[in-house]
Nanobody, 127 residues
Framework: QVQLLESGGGLVQAGGSLRLSCAAS????????MGWFRQTPGKEREFLSA????????YYADSVKGRFTISRDHAKKMVYLQMNSLKPEDTASYLC????????????????????WGQGAQVTVSS
């Protein structure tokens, strides 16, 4: 089991940058793929980015490709999302999630395949 806690959200002007962090607890962090999603009121969770358990696979939504970068630090049990060139439409609650490695494989872009979620960090981008 793993618990997740996001930090690093805040208010930023359009064109600015933020780095979100996700701290994971538990001894099995290295056996999870990790993802970042965002959500606004009344809308479904939107996939942003994912990183495989060993960091060898990186995935991005078209809406953030070239602007956002995902990374992970196994020693610190952390996952990061560096967000550059932020736009007002990036305003949302940002959540990290963990998906256990499994033989059958799962879809890293599908929020329903993730087992554990953080509480979310609010990001507000002003125009």
């Amino acid at each position: 089991q793993v618990q997740l806690l996001e930090s690093g959200g805040g208010l930023v002007q359009a064109g600015g940058s933020l780095r979100l962090s996700c701290a994971a607890s538990g001894r099995t962090f290295s056996t999870y793929h990790m993802g970042w999603f965002r959500q606004t009121p009344g809308k479904e969770r939107e996939f942003l980015s994912a990183i495989t358990w060993n960091g060898g696979g990186l995935y991005y939504a078209d809406s953030v490709k070239g602007r956002f970068t995902i990374s992970r630090d196994h020693a610190k049990k952390m996952v990061y999302l560096q967000m550059n060139s932020l736009k007002p439409e990036d305003t949302a609650s940002y959540l990290c999630a963990a998906l256990p490695v499994s033989p059958g494989g799962r879809n890293l872009r599908d929020p329903s395949d993730y087992d554990y979620w953080g509480q979310g960090a609010q990001v507000t981008v002003s125009s």
